[in-house]
């Protein structure tokens, strides 16, 4: 019978391309990882993995076993999970996925309410990039994350809110342009304003960095030197050091104390924002605990 183990032996395999590597990766020993892939072979009739230049890929069959086999495991997890709220009530644990930045934010707002309405539910926290946050909840690793893209067919979503971008302008900036507001809605400038100026900003492979290469692209800007970093309080609190501009989202500036070298623009005629949802598996059943938490983060985060 395969369960989750052997699920996830098969899924290692066939992200590593390779028995030794994957074996390496599971802790058991190259044999006993090879023999079960035989097994599974020897039981369905048909190779799961091909050899191609040294490196293993699912055949069109292992495809098709591998994603039965999470289907039915995943069916089998909601079935459990609607089962055990019944016979126990409001216990269990919650796996939330966030990715860190919004998790700074979300979380702290959100346990008190949440633990006051299930004391005997645990939420917990996952912390993963945009990317990876969509495959931890089609695997079962997470049960629901909060994303800012809606596009995945196997995933369900809910709205949750809409988080604008602002631009975080140096401190002689704002003098020289007599930006004073502290406040939504912030001053509007022109986008032309951003042109040959030192840019802060996170490094390829966030959305954040996408979003402003987008707006560069569009206005055909081209920033007079680019500084990169994983850290976006490192960018802000080197714009308040007057080292060049950076792009936050409104969740990172509402939740940030206002001092004399905090400053925030928007631009005129070109809203940036994106908007943020909450997804989870297509079909796996929602607790009542489950069901809560997506109700009240619109109304937390508004």
Known sequence: MINEKHIHYLLTVANEHSITAAAKKLFI????????????ERTIGTPLF????????????GEIYLKGCQDVWHLAQSTTKEITELTHGHTGKITLGVTPLTGEFVFPAILDTFSQAFPHVELTLQEERMSVLYERVKKGAVDIALVYQN???ELTFHYIYENPIYIQVPPSFAVKNEIRSKKEPFTAISPTQLANQAMILLKKGR??????????????IVPAKILETENIHLASNLVSLDKGF???P????????PTDSNFYVQLDDYPLKRELFCCHRKNAYLTEAEQFLIRELPKILA
Do not use: W
């Not at 409104?250 to 104390?257: E, G, L, N, S, V």
């Open 50 to 61: 091909i050899r191609d230049r040294g490196n293993l890929h699912l055949t069109k069959a």
């Open 246 to 248: 950076t792009f936050v």
């Open 151 to 153: 596009h995945d067919p």
């Open 207 to 220: 959305e954040m960095r996408e979003i402003a290469t987008s707006f560069f692209e569009n206005f055909q």
């Open 29 to 40: 020993s190259q044999p006993a990882l090879s023999r079960f892939i035989r097994e599974v």
């Open 250 to 257: 409104a969740i990172f500036c509402r939740k940030r104390q």
